[in-house]
């Protein structure tokens, strides 16, 4: 059976039943058990389940996976995000940092570099922090999954100062529905940090493309900077050359 065929199989059985076994699917399939884990692997990437133990469920639009499961995913691809997002950076620059797994990838290759950082994030704060540059750390209650600190407090301390450039992380991205989160606190801190900066830029991975989560933060006509690791699929190129959103990507 052909590879798309059975991730079709596979989705199918999901939505009728909302969970599949490795082990059911295929005796179904008539595949080897490995088959398929490659087969829910590439489907989880592209964010259409979720894998647990000996098998899969579908998603949930309300929720994100904790940071150290969703670092496992796409991690070159958010590397090469975080190497082409440095060249916009130049030593004595303020900038913010948020929270997320391409923003963290950003944080390591800035490591040594002489600018003034302030982001929510204690992960990026630590990588950074022996630096020669600054690094102010937000106030804010600690949300355990991402170490980030989020809340109100977080957001009034970043509408107190202005940066040459807010990076952001994104949890998808939606044709319809634009650039969306999953948690309020993150869909506010984004629309502040994006006014606080001359230049708003979002970092996502290309597996992002297309996919959905339940909070509407960003139009895809708002004025920003967005940088992944390769061109976005033809609808998407279409919307940002409307709008002349700059795109920076590896051909």
Known sequence: MLTHHRHQEIMAALHQAGRVEVAGIATVLSVSEETIRRDMKLLEEQGLLRRIYGGAVLPRLDQDRPL????KLNAREKARVGHLAQKLVRDGMSIFIDSGTSTLALARVLAGRSINVTTNSINVALLLGDGPGRVNL???TLRP?????VGYETVDYA???YFDIAFMGISTVDINHGWMDYEEHESVLRRALKNQARR??????SSKF???ANLHTFGLDEALTVVTDRPPPPAFMEVFKQHDIELIATP
């Open 68 to 71: 150290l499961e969703r670092g």
């Open 159 to 161: 509408r107190r100062f």
């Open 210 to 212: 297309g996919r959905q």
């Open 138 to 140: 937000t106030p804010g």
């Open 145 to 149: 999954k991402d170490n980030a600190l």
């Open 200 to 205: 708003g830029v979002i970092l996502v991975d």
